[in-house]
């Protein structure tokens, strides 16, 4: 007597879902083991803020030495309809800083002293979404949002600033690109204090009170999405630039 086997069509699609739930969920969990991992680099001047660091300078990064606390990092993404360009100036009560970029873009304003003021126009000739969402640590402290071309826009973090001051006497920023939304974490250390972040690409860094000898390490989280590109750019010029999953960048105030 011949025997069928009886084929369940069902079992494919059923394996097809289990693996998918699979790899999303060590995705999640490759994720947080990252965020730990970097967190657990740097306790100093984390987006929760921490303590500073002290007593190794700009060598390789070997942990917290006591120092003072500082505030929590202040950033702001900037969401919308992507490519949609914009002019945009962020500013402490210490000093401000200007740039044009385009939708999507993350700064931030690490070593900033609130309160935070955040003017954003759109520079589109056509409709376009910009919006801007200010964020103290965790917390979203405003969002605006305009589709209007030449249309102005401000949020505001820890209150409103009074007076806009002028440019940084050392203006040092970290400019992250890389496929959107790679994920890695960067390690900013200038003279005695670090300042640690896991975040994603593209980010726009903005070193306040910079003076000295500064520098940038950058892990990529995930390499196989591609490298990140990251250029330190100092009074407006190019001053390093570093490529790869694990690179620093270096150089100094004048």
Known sequence: MSRQLRRNDSE?????????????????????????????????????GCGGLSGFGNAPFTGCGGGQNIPPQSSINFLG???????ATVADTTASYTFQATVPLKVIY????????IVATN??????????QALS?????QFASTSTPGAT??????????LVPGPAACDVRFVVNGPINQTYSALLEQNNNAYEAATT????????????????????????????????VIDGNVAQYGAGTV???KGGCP
């Open 153 to 162: 826009i401000s949020v505001n973090v820890g209150g409103a600033l009074a």
């Open 12 to 48: 494919p699609v059923m394996i097809m879902q289990l693996a998918t739930a699979r790899r999303a969920w060590l995705a999640g969990l490759a994720w947080m083991m990252f965020c730990a991992f970097a967190l657990a680099q740097s306790g100093c001047g984390s987006l929760t």
């Open 201 to 232: 690409a593209p980010t726009l860094y903005i070193l306040g009170g910079a003076s000295g000898s500064v520098d940038g390490i950058f892990t990529d989280a995930f390499p196989r999405l591609g490298p990140l590109q990251v250029q330190l």
């Open 110 to 117: 690490v070593n900033n002293v609130p309160p935070v003021r």
């Open 247 to 249: 690179f620093t960048v």
């Open 137 to 141: 640590g965790a917390l979203t402290t």
């Open 81 to 87: 309809t992507n490519g949609t360009v914009f002019r």
């Open 123 to 132: 520079l589109n000739t056509t409709p376009s979404l910009l919006s801007v």
